[in-house]
């Protein structure tokens, strides 16, 4: 494409989303919308043309790519951004094993593309190699070949354990009840690795294996079944609630918590009242959610569990309200437990990096624009790159950002749609992306237009047909 200017590129950016959204709705194949783009606009390349028929931006083709490295049991290159946009601007050519690579991730040949290959498609092979199209297609056609067990492989085969604890046992077992807690805690410890689609499902089927056996088991199994019933209903809410299904967040969270206070898991209640209150603050019912934060310090035990609930739910009512002074208590308290608590990992539990995000929303809410900045960016620098919770501080950050440098949070936003795929981008993170957008000057052109019309194209978590997306 050569030089051109940053307007001009998110033009080009615009257009082209456009454009593939047109042909996705008239059912176009990919190697016409390839063509409806380059005719559209002749700045494209190729490679660059079938990038953006794809839908994906440069950081995602770069993970692409990887991904068939990694299917073949080998360890992807790097590859940084800008040498990818110098082989789709025709400064530079990849060696040929990437050639190969980026045609399989792609799903298109190497000559469609613009890459030449001096023999692997040779058109007189008997069997070229398999040019696979989309992720979705190559774990269906990759059956047959080696693959390393990832934590996604690994969801079902939990599930399977439990099934099979349950035929050995029908009528339940201490050793049914251990296996049900190791399973809660697999899913709670791996919450944020998984499309909140996928997770659901799975959550979902062990919980009714487990409740076809609490009937017949004795007092203690019973009871101890039920327990774990509790908490993966607690985690089914919180999956429903990132799937944007609020109705369905509340009723698996007020199961929840009943099953907590009938089994005397202090904990349970505590966590899906803190999840209650999430829930009703996203409605702004702030009767109802200062209600069940303070249900829920009640039944929290001392120290994290009470810091988390001061956090999560109350300090976001708090704030909402406009309780100024009394939100700075809660935050000055929970301050003080995180200081020498000891963190927790997984849905669960809590950590600094967390705490400070709800702090900073807090301060958002309350409009203070700087110091909603300062301590979103300490959340962002304790949380790892590219998880949940470092989305939820980028975008708080961008927000933050939004009145006095809209350029610099538009930025935050394009980062965080260029780095999570649609699937992994939960339902709280599009409310965030929607409200930046609303902030931004609706006149404001270039990046910040780019952004508005990304953020019109995406993906809904659930289809309107009820199907996940």
Not at 10 to 15: G, H, N, T, V, W
Not at 221 to 233: D, E, I, M, P
Not at 240 to 249: E, I, K, P, Q, T
Not at 462 to 468: K, L, S, Y
């Amino acid at each position: 494409m050569g030089k051109v200017s940053r307007a001009r590129r998110a033009e080009i950016q615009r257009e082209a989303t456009r454009l593939r959204a047109q042909c996705q709705r008239e059912g176009d194949s990919q190697e016409r919308t390839v063509t409806v783009l380059r005719a559209a606009i002749p700045e494209l390349t190729a490679l660059e043309a079938w990038r953006l028929a794809l839908g994906w931006s440069r950081a995602q083709a770069i993970r692409e790519i990887a991904q068939v490295y990694l299917e073949d049991d080998l360890l992807p290159p790097a590859l940084p951004q800008a040498l990818l946009c110098r082989y789709e601007h025709e400064q530079a050519q990849p060696g040929e094993e990437y050639r190969i690579m980026i045609s399989r991730a792609y799903g298109a040949r190497p000559d469609q593309l613009g890459l030449a290959t001096t023999h692997l498609w040779c058109s007189t092979c008997a069997a070229p190699p398999p040019v696979d199209y989309g992720r979705r297609q190559r774990e269906e056609q990759g059956i047959n070949r080696k693959a390393s067990m990832t934590t996604e492989s690994g969801l079902p085969a939990i599930r399977e354990s439990v099934q099979w604890a349950v035929l050995d046992a029908p009528d339940g077992s201490p050793l049914l009840v251990a296996l049900a807690e190791a399973a809660v805690e697999h899913y709670a410890l791996n919450y944020s690795r998984h499309p909140p689609a996928t997770l659901h499902d799975e959550v979902r089927a062990t919980r009714n294996l487990l409740s076809t056996v609490a009937p017949a088991a004795n007092r203690d199994t019973a009871r101890g079944l039920r327990r774990q019933v509790g908490w993966l209903s607690a985690l089914l809410g919180n999956l429903a609630y990132h799937l944007d299904d609020r109705a369905g967040a509340r009723a698996h969270l007020t199961l929840a918590g009943a099953i907590g206070e009938s089994t005397g898991e202090s904990a349970l209640t505590a966590w899906s009242s803190g999840a209650l209150a999430m829930v009703a603050t996203a409605r702004k019912d702030w009767e109802h959610a200062r209600g069940h934060a303070e249900h829920g310090l009640q039944h929290a035990p001392e120290g994290l569990r009470r810091a988390q609930l001061l956090g999560w739910a109350l300090l976001p009512t708090l704030a909402a309200l406009g309780h100024a002074s009394r939100a700075d208590e809660v935050v000055g308290e929970s301050d003080e437990i995180m200081q020498s608590a000891v963190e927790l990992p997984g849905r669960f539990g809590y950590d600094r990096a967390e705490h400070r995000l709800h702090v900073a929303e807090a301060h958002l809410t309350l409009e203070r624009y700087d110091r909603a900045a300062e301590v979103a960016r300490t959340s962002i620098a304790a949380a790892p790159e590219h998880t949940p919770g470092w989305v939820a501080a980028t975008l708080v950050l961008a927000l933050a950002e939004a009145r006095d440098t809209p350029d610099q949070a538009v930025d935050h936003a394009l980062r965080v749609l260029d780095l999570i795929p649609p699937a992994r981008l939960r339902a709280t993170a599009r409310t965030r992306l929607a409200r930046l957008v609303r902030l931004l000057d609706p006149a404001m052109s270039g990046a910040g237009a780019e952004l508005a019309e990304r953020l019109r194209v995406l993906s809904a978590p659930i289809r309107v047909d009820g199907t996940a997306a």
